[in-house]
Structure formats: C-alpha cells, structure tokens
C-alpha cells in the first residue's frame, strides 16, 4: 500500500561524508520539496550534498517496499494520490532507454548488462532489444522485479550488495537514475569496479542538482527524501575518477539538443571504462569542488529570490495576453 509508510514512526542517524569521510559541512536545506525535515549539506571538502541526519537502511527499505516513493510525486505536482501504473512506468523506461542508446551505444563493452536498480525493466528491454545482449536486473521492489520478469527481463530481487558476481563478469553495469539513492555510493562503485570484467563498462544517468534547482526555482525543491546524495558535475566526477574508472564520456543534457530526443534536461550521462587501479586510492578531488558548488548554490539563491519570480510573472502575463489575443482574433497567427 502506498499510504502504510510511517514517516512519523522512522529514526535518523548522523553520517560522515560518503566520498572523504569527513565530518564537516555546511547547511544546504532544512526540508525537502516534499516538506519533510529532512536536512540537506554539502561537505566542505570535497563539495559532495547528501541528508544528513538521514533514515536508516531498515526505514529505507520499507520506503521502497511499501511503494510509498512512488506516490510522491504526484501528490508534489498536485495531482490525485496515484503514481502511474507498471505497465506506463515500463512504456517510459523502454522509451528513455531507446533515446539514451543514440547517445552511448558506441562507447559500450560486449557481454552481459546488469541495471541496477531496473525498477519495471523497461530500460533493459531497450539494451536487449538494440544490443542483443543477456540482460539482468536488480530490483529492491518485490512487486516491480516480478513484473520485470514476466515482461521477459529476468530480475533478482534485492540490492547490489546482494549480487556476487563469480563466473560471468557483466561487460556493463547500469546506473539509470539510481545512485541518488544509494545509502553508500562508495560502496557500489567499489562493487561495480570488482564486479565489471576487463575494460567493463560503467553507466550512469544521475540527477543534476544544480540544473534541478535552478529550473525549479528552489533549492530545497531541489531535496528529496530519497535522494540521500545529490551530485554536480564535479562531484560525480571526484566518484568516479577516485573509483578506478576513467570517463569516455561525460554530457550534461541541459539544452534542447537532448530533451528533442526524449531525455530529461535535469540529468548528466557517463560512460567509464575500467582501468587498473585500486579504488579510492588515491582520493581523486577537485580542489575547486566545495568553493565552486557554494557559489553556484548562492547564484541559484539570488536567481531564485530575484529573476524566477520576474520571469514567472512575465510567463502568465503573456499567457493572459495570448488568451485575450486569441478571443478577440480566433484566425489570426503569433
């Protein structure tokens, strides 16, 4: 049940930072757009946002099983409290997954593909069906991994964690706009590393923060609940680079050029490849990362306070006008 989720009833714990382990930060929000308290900071070291105090994995994990992530947002745009069905939720996967293989498909390593976190399969059934590869999801949704798999996606139930990979190394491993939600990014890009055969291929669709503030006219609209890390690029890029991957490609999909091709504009896309390090040793940090994110987050501020709310009004004015012009000129061209 969507509702059976009991906010009220979750306990919250501090953390360090997931990247350099420290302790220090600053205050980004103090609630998420959903109007949760769930506080918001960015590491003054390596610039890295992420909840803190923040749920337990236990609170998390009956987040997700319950379903009640999947109500949220429509109760955010206002809409009745119904998230759209598996069988929509697969449609716009497939269609995304299409639109994301014009972009990467070049730079992809042969042999199996593992999402993780593949929610209904739809994006595995694009690479299935385009690449002809073996695919296999990871899903922590009982009700979502089971639908997968009677789509034809073969799906495990459970976390990344949970996967031991001994015989066949997958030659790529998916990340589609899931690592906002991991409760230890380190952790998983250590796995994927371990993981990936030779010169394997890593995949990420990650939300933008920056780009998302500054379209929603909000930092903490920016927040959410279960996004426990929210990543610019420069800290996803410090992620990357300092778990052993060097990145073939990198695009941000903030103009016209992406969103004309069914991508959202509020996401960045990578392709790594493998190389022969060791993980996290070293730390790979942009020294500009922490002073660079704050003044970007202080433009948005002042973008926020002062144009959004000039630009809003100016849009419904000419709205207005358009709707007036029309009533009085039904055959008339703008």
């Known amino acids: 049940m969507v509702n059976s989720f009991e906010y009220n009833k979750v306990t919250h714990s501090i953390v360090?930072?997931?990247?350099?382990?420290?302790?220090?930060?600053?205050?980004?929000?103090?609630?998420?757009?959903?109007?949760?308290?769930?506080?918001?900071?960015?590491?003054?070291?390596?610039?890295?946002?992420?909840?803190?105090?923040?749920?337990?994995a236990r609170n998390y994990n009956d987040f997700y099983e319950t379903g009640f992530?999947?109500?949220?947002?429509?109760?955010?745009?206002?809409?009745?409290?119904?998230?759209?069905?598996?069988?929509?939720?697969?449609?716009?996967?497939?269609?995304f997954g299409d639109a994301l293989l014009l972009r990467i498909k070049s730079y992809?390593?042969?042999?199996?593909?593992?999402?993780?976190?593949?929610?209904?399969?739809g994006i595995l059934a694009s690479f299935q069906k385009e690449l002809g590869s073996m695919v296999l999801g990871l899903e922590p949704s009982r009700v979502e991994a089971e639908y997968a798999t009677l789509r034809g996606i073969p799906t495990r139930i459970g976390l990344f964690e949970d996967v031991d990979i001994e015989?066949?190394?997958?030659?790529?491993?998916?990340?589609?706009?899931?690592?906002?939600?991991?409760?230890?990014?380190?952790?998983?890009?250590?796995?994927?590393?371990?993981?990936?055969?030779?010169?394997?291929?890593?995949v990420l669709v990650v939300q933008n923060f920056l780009?998302?503030?500054?379209?929603?006219?909000?930092?903490?609209?920016?927040?959410?609940?279960?996004?426990?890390?929210?990543?610019?690029?420069?800290?996803?890029?410090?992620?990357?680079?300092?778990?052993?991957?060097?990145?073939?490609?990198f695009e941000d999909w903030d103009t016209d050029e992406y969103t004309k091709i069914g991508l959202s504009s509020h996401h960045m896309a990578i392709v790594a490849r493998k190389i022969e390090v060791t993980p996290f040793t070293p730390l790979v940090i942009s020294y500009q990362s922490y002073e660079k994110?704050?003044?970007?987050?202080?433009?948005?501020?002042?973008?926020c306070a002062?144009?959004?709310?000039?630009?809003?009004?100016?849009r419904t004015v000419k709205k207005k006008l358009l709707k007036q012009f029309r009533r009085f000129a039904p055959n008339a061209s703008c």
């Open 306 to 314: 002062f144009i959004y709310p000039i630009k809003k009004v100016y």
């Open 16 to 56: 360090s930072c997931n990247l350099c382990g420290l302790k220090d930060f600053n205050i980004v929000s103090k609630k998420d757009r959903y109007n949760f308290p769930e506080r918001s900071v960015i590491c003054i070291s390596c610039g890295l946002i992420y909840i803190n105090p923040r749920m337990s």
């Open 167 to 202: 015989s066949d190394r997958p030659g790529n491993i998916l990340s589609i706009q899931s690592l906002n939600h991991f409760l230890d990014p380190k952790k998983f890009f250590i796995w994927a590393y371990n993981s990936l055969s030779n010169d394997g291929r890593l």
């Open 69 to 95: 992530y999947r109500g949220l947002v429509p109760i955010y745009i206002k809409k009745q409290n119904l998230g759209p069905s598996l069988d929509e939720i697969f449609d716009s996967e497939e269609k």
């Open 211 to 249: 780009t998302l503030a500054r379209k929603i006219g909000s930092i903490h609209g920016a927040t959410q609940i279960d996004h426990v890390y929210m990543f610019t690029p420069l800290s996803l890029r410090n992620f990357i680079e300092s778990a052993g991957f060097e990145i073939l490609l």
């Open 108 to 121: 992809l390593s042969k042999g199996l593909v593992i999402e993780i976190g593949s929610a209904v399969g």
């Open 293 to 303: 994110t704050r003044y970007d987050i202080l433009k948005i501020r002042f973008y």
